[in-house]
């Protein structure tokens, strides 16, 4: 049984004093839940060192949403992995907004993925399959073909860094989670998935959730066979609702 992993991901939201007052409140609040559960924040890239700033002491981690595909050098705009880990422990690959809207093939993500690994941050790598995808009975395919493509070459000893985030695109940000079975289904495929590749030293690798989680459904969640917690966007923005998610995961474990 894996501590469960609460992680909120702000995307491209927040003014600094709201980033600022949020990861305050999160911090007391982690604090306070003690060691039962893990919890992390990806803020906004130029938010994240005065937000590191403000929760230093705390066990709250720092993420980052996403991180460049080459080392350094003429890349406008990028931000490079080894650049975040001089301010976060851990970041997002392959969000399906990355995918959708800046065209990321798995190639891509797996150069992201290694960059980040290389640089000595944690991933949380996300995968997940589309409405049509599902409607044409290919979700668990598709999840498995991104997961074989990110992780192809991956050495087993790199594994205490990696964390699979199943995230149905259909019910990101559209106010519709999957059902728990269909959070359960999944995490057990690329539970399996993982174990075929890398024997049981795979067990410690955490799945969480993400897609429409918040306070109400998190339990339910929280409680399905192979999820090891969540992914949260919206109802990361708010302390309360991501404070009651961070409680329950806390209790449960
Ligand atoms: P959501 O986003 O919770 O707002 O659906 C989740 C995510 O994109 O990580």
Known sequence: MNTPLIVGNWKMNTSLEEATTLAASIAQTVNNAGASVV????????????????????????????????????????????????????????????????????????????RALDAGLDVILCVGESSAQRGAGEASNVVQHQLGAALEGFESSRLTSLTIAYEPVWAIGTGVAATEDDAAQMSTVIRHNLSERFESTSDSVRILYGGSANDRNAPAFLAANNVDGLLVGGASLSSDTFGSMIRCAANGA
């Open 39 to 114: 919890v992390g924040i990806c803020p906004p890239y130029p938010w994240i060192v005065p937000v590191g700033d403000i929760v230093r002491g705390s066990s709250l981690r720092m993420g980052a949403q996403d991180c460049a595909s080459t080392e350094s050098g003429a890349h406008t705009g990028d931000v490079s992995a080894a650049m975040l880990a001089s301010c976060c422990s851990f970041t997002l690959i392959g969000h399906s907004e990355r995918r959708s809207n800046h065209q990321e093939t798995d190639d891509i993500v797996r150069q992201k993925l290694n």
